[in-house]
């Protein structure tokens, strides 16, 4: 990894953030623009530390988003190009294929807009019945359900880290350990100086800063206005003598009101299975213990207007989740709707991760992935599930709004940086 202690360094692009989507974004601009001049600032030691690296590592298809948002169109086509990158790198995945099962009528309706989403998003998909579902998952039962057979598996941190080494073999150089502690769009360039004692001069910047988006895009954009709202999902492993209770994946119907799937069942690639993730308000955005609290993250969620008209209108199914997060039994009533067999004994605490999700002032979570554009910048706002699956397609899209802002801007930054080394 190429590291520098120059206390000033000029370059085309800055991007912020190791995550998925600013490793995909560096190496969808090098190879749309190879010899760009980007640098990657990462605050902690290594890649994927955060979201990216503590998922499911599940590969959408598309079956679950609105026709014509950029969540369906990026999940289509970063899925493909996902598939085709883990063959071209040799990384491990598996086309496992997940079904998802109503179990209760009042599920039917919901099952059927899902359908049409699916189909309307090109996924490839069959509607089975309880004996087609036994056939697919013969331990789950259900009314009906959906299979997909192209859902898949992988684990995005060996993505992240594949996608690491060939930015640094396109020439980018990824910095670790420096946070960025302020950024400022001046007329000459983006301003950015990082906890490792660096001033960054970039001719443009994206920020890709996951459960700290909003308060890095805020430096720039004071008037940016969402605000994450940290929620963490907490796994179960199902004990290796049990794990054949679960072949690919099963999902339930998810409640159209939230842009969480449900706790589900999921192989994972590097062998087992987990149950979850579930969705409890966490009180620290990079915290992934039950008990993690920061009083500036808590405060900032509970000082927010919107925070207290999401509470207030969904107060009944947020009590239910911290419930179901400290009592085991009520965990396992969820999985046992979809795996009757499935006991609280074959369930062990596994690990967990925090989402970053976008809310805005009326309480509302913000559906789609969002981008905050100014002349020089691009701030991805909120970047939730399925972005580790559409983060080639994503990438490739900013990659393309850089190009446009360096053909105005390249050149100034550099030349400015230069002129104000030498004085
Ligand atoms: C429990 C869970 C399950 C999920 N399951 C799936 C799934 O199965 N499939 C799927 O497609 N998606 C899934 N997702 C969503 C997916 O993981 C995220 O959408 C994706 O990882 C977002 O990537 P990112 O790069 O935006 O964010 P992150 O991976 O969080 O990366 C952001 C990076 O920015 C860095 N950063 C922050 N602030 C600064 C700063 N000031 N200076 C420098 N660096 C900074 C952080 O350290 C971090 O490394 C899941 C998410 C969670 C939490």
Redesign the pocket.
């Known amino acids: 990894m190429k590291s520098s202690s120059e206390p000033h360094r000029t370059c085309e692009v800055t991007i912020?953030?190791?995550?998925?989507?600013?490793l995909a974004t560096t190496y969808q601009l090098l190879s749309q623009r190879p010899g760009t001049e980007v640098v990657l600032?990462?605050?902690?030691p290594r890649v994927?530390?955060?979201?990216?690296g503590?998922?499911?590592?599940?590969i959408?298809s598309g079956l679950y988003y609105k026709p014509g948002s950029r969540k369906a169109e990026t999940c289509v086509r970063g899925s493909k190009e996902m598939f085709a990158f883990c063959r071209a790198h040799d990384i491990p995945h598996e086309r496992c294929g997940k079904v998802v099962v109503a179990t209760d009528p009042a599920e039917i309706e919901r099952l059927d807009e899902l359908e049409r989403r699916g189909r309307a998003n090109g996924v490839q998909l069959t509607r089975i019945g309880p004996d087609g579902l036994r056939d697919v998952e013969p331990h789950a039962t259900g009314l009906e359900a959906l299979h997909v057979p192209d859902a898949a598996i992988v684990d995005?941190r060996v993505v992240a880290e594949r996608l690491r080494d060939l930015v640094v073999e396109g020439g980018g150089e990824i910095r670790f350990g420096?946070?960025?502690r302020s950024m400022r769009e001046a007329p000459h360039g983006v301003i950015l100086e990082t906890e490792d004692g660096t001033t960054i001069q970039s001719a443009t910047a994206v920020t890709?800063?996951?459960?700290?988006s909003d308060r890095?895009a805020r430096q720039t954009t004071p008037d940016l206005r969402t605000k994450i709202v940290p929620f963490r999902?907490e796994y179960y492993e199902v004990v290796p003598e049990r794990a054949e209770l679960v072949h690919g994946m099963i999902y339930p119907v998810p409640d159209p009101r939230f842009p969480f799937l449900g706790v589900h069942f999921t192989r994972r690639i590097g062998g087992g299975v987990e149950a979850g993730?579930n969705a409890v308000l966490a009180l620290r955005r990079e915290g992934y213990g039950r008990f993690s609290f920061s009083p500036r993250d808590a405060l900032d969620s509970l000082g927010y207007s919107g925070f207290w008209r999401l509470a207030r209108r969904y107060l009944k199914t947020g009590l239910a989740e911290i419930y179901r997060s400290f009592h085991k039994p009520a965990f396992t009533r969820a999985l046992q709707k979809l795996v009757p067999e499935v006991r609280s004994e074959d369930l062990r605490r596994g690990g967990a991760?925090?989402?970053?999700q976008a809310l805005d002032r009326n309480g509302s979570l913000i559906d789609d992935f969002a981008l905050v554009e100014t002349d020089r910048i691009v701030h991805?706002v909120n970047?939730?599930?399925?972005?580790?699956?559409a983060s080639l397609a994503i990438g490739e899209e900013i990659a393309g709004l850089m190009r446009k802002r360096m053909s105005r801007h390249v050149g100034s930054a550099a030349r400015d940086g230069k002129r104000q080394e030498s004085a």
Not at 48 to 52: L, N, P
């Open positions: 912020v953030g190791g995550g998925i989507v600013g600032v990462e605050k902690e994927a530390a955060h979201q990216t503590h998922n499911s590592g599940v959408h995005y420096a946070r960025v890709c800063c996951g459960l700290q890095v999902g993730p991760g925090v989402r970053a991805v970047a939730p599930s399925p972005a580790a699956t």
